[in-house]
């Protein structure tokens, strides 16, 4: 089995006591705190030399979670509060102007704040922040929208790092809400084809586990992010992973690394170093 922590001290982020409301979505350096000539240098040298001082079964990672910018559901959420989005609109598809089930894209802010996201990591490529060598995404179409403003057809794409993997589990917590509710990989591919984007294996063709009567528990949101991170830990070589979400699963890595939950605004990215011990039962 494999335990899971976050390491703090990098990232203005990492605090157990940060407040995404009041770091922003897209704070200077990405939240890094060491402003230092040279800091991303540094801040990559600092996690080699942490795992190759690392005890056999402790392996350390960088995560760069992508929110998706804003999309139509967040408008209509917004426009009739959380209560009433939760109890009644959500289950609903429209309400006559906005339409927001299934799998709502992004709006025209929801784009900006992407292209934001995109500007931002290259603003910070010129200080040789670590790339992603890995990417991961949510099938809905928010996110893969997201990670398309950000990363395709720039130079913030590595050669390795390509094409982003395409994972069920990070799809945003299921069930009840129509915006939720995905399309089928048919559809997904023809809106977002290889190479660019490929599926895990065994990728169902249909949307099999969202219920319209039942929405998933919290508890297994955690799950789900603790099955990612087995899956990234046990099978990549590679050190710095983008993930590109939704506030549900991100904030069920948080709970799957014993943190509490963190309010990442739309088109955010919150970099994190994450510990992983693994030991025998």
Not at 24 to 49: Q, V
Not at 52 to 63: I, S, W
Not at 243 to 251: E, F, L, P
Request: glycine residues 8%; contains cysteine.
């Amino acid at each position: 089995m494999a335990k899971y922590e976050v390491v703090t001290g990098f990232f203005a982020q990492d605090a157990p006591s940060a407040d995404g409301t009041i770091i922003g979505a897209l704070p200077r350096r990405l939240g890094l705190l060491d402003d230092s000539e040279g800091h991303w240098k540094l801040f990559t040298e600092c996690i080699e030399a942490l795992n190759a001082a690392a005890p056999r079964g402790t392996r350390y990672k960088v995560f760069f979670f992508v929110r998706h910018g804003q999309g139509h559901h967040n408008v209509a959420e917004a426009k009739y509060g959380t209560k009433c989005w939760d109890e009644d609109w959500s289950k609903r598809f429209t309400d006559g102007e906005i339409v927001w089930g299934p799998d709502p894209d992004l709006t025209d802010t929801g784009i900006t704040q992407a292209q934001d996201a995109r500007r931002t990591w290259e603003e910070e490529l010129a200080h040789e922040i670590p790339l992603p060598q890995k990417h991961y995404a949510s099938p809905l179409q928010r996110a893969l929208r997201t990670w398309q403003e950000i990363f395709l057809d720039n130079k913030l794409l590595l050669g390795d790092a390509y094409p982003v993997t395409i994972l069920e589990n990070l799809r945003e917590e299921y069930g009840e809400h129509t915006c939720d509710l995905r399309y089928p990989r048919a559809t997904i591919a023809q809106n977002f084809p290889p190479p660019a984007y490929v599926f895990e294996d065994g990728f169902s063709e249909e949307d099999i586990i969202w219920q319209a009567d039942e929405r998933e528990t919290r508890l297994h949101v955690q799950e789900r992010a603790h099955t990612v991170l087995d899956r990234i830990f046990g099978q990549d070589k590679e050190t710095f992973i983008c993930i590109t979400a939704h506030s549900g699963i991100i904030n069920g890595f948080l709970a799957a690394m014993g943190r509490p939950r963190y309010p990442l605004p739309t088109g955010g990215i919150l970099p994190l170093v994450v510990k992983s011990d693994t030991y025998d039962i």
